[in-house]
Antibody, heavy 119, light 107 residues
Framework: EVQLVESGGGLVQPGRSLKLSCAAS????????MAWVRQAPKKGLEWVAT????????YYRDSVKGRFTISRDNAKSTLYLQMDSLRSEDTATYYC????????????WGQGTLVTVSS | DIMLTQSPATLSVTPGESISLSCRAS??????LHWYQQKPNESPRVLIK???QTISGIPSRFSGSGSGTDFTLNINRVEPEDFSVYYC?????????FGGGTKLELK
């Protein structure tokens, strides 16, 4: 059974940093592209970043480029999102999700971790 | 960026009705369009991939159609557990984008 468990969320002040983790199990992590998708309170879904299966390429939405870094450790089956210079508009539940191939949907999702950026 | 416009924003129906939800892309995305369902306080789950391909474990009452810029999610005879929010998402280009969602509510 595929399991994705996010952690690392919490309350953080604007301008500070936070690092999210997503522990994966139940599938061969190193074979899958992985993504972060977020959802602001009472709002819709928003893709944040994707990393290719071997970590060789990353993609970001413009609003987080230069502030967020997606990475992975295939030996630990873990996905990360380093978030720097956080803004109030980054407040959201952050989900990690699998993407089997380049054009694939987000097939499996974690339960999400809430990040609140507020002073 | 490719914009996805979903309509209607809210649809009020009674169980047993058959419905169609629309998703329109701002430019052609071939069939790189996927549908998700999100129930309150739950993570989204994928219902249909590549516009019309079924997903293992998803009830057969869900079906999809379309290509290019116009897509439809059909639910044949809505069940009580289907009342939730539905999103479309394109994977044709970066950034990946989602539609604003359609909330299916009980009439």
């Amino acid at each position: 059974e595929v399991q994705l468990v996010e952690s690392g969320g919490g309350l953080v002040q604007p301008g500070r940093s936070l690092k999210l983790s997503c522990a994966a199990s139940g599938f061969t992590f190193s074979d899958y592209n992985m993504a972060w998708v977020r959802q602001a309170p009472k709002k819709g879904l928003e893709w944040v970043a994707t990393i290719i299966y071997d970590g060789s390429r990353t993609y970001y939405r413009d609003s987080v480029k230069g502030r967020f870094t997606i990475s992975r450790d295939n030996a630990k089956s873990t996905l990360y999102l380093q978030m720097d210079s956080l803004r109030s508009e980054d407040t959201a539940t952050y989900y990690c999700a699998t993407q089997a191939h380049y054009y694939s949907p987000f097939a499996y999702w974690g339960q999400g971790t809430l990040v609140t950026v507020s002073s | 960026d490719i914009m996805l416009t979903q309509s209607p924003a809210t649809l009020s129906v009674t169980p047993g009705e058959s419905i169609s939800l629309s998703c329109r892309a701002s430019q052609s995305i071939s069939t790189n369009l996927h549908w998700y369902q999100q129930k309150p306080n739950e993570s989204p789950r994928v219902l249909i991939k590549y516009a019309s391909q079924t997903i293992s474990g998803i009830p057969s009452r869900f079906s999809g159609s379309g290509s290019g810029t116009d897509f439809t999610l059909n639910i044949n005879r809505v069940e009580p557990e289907d009342f939730s929010v539905y999103y479309c998402q394109q994977s044709n280009s970066w950034p990946r984008t989602f539609g604003g969602g359609t909330k299916l509510e009980l009439k």
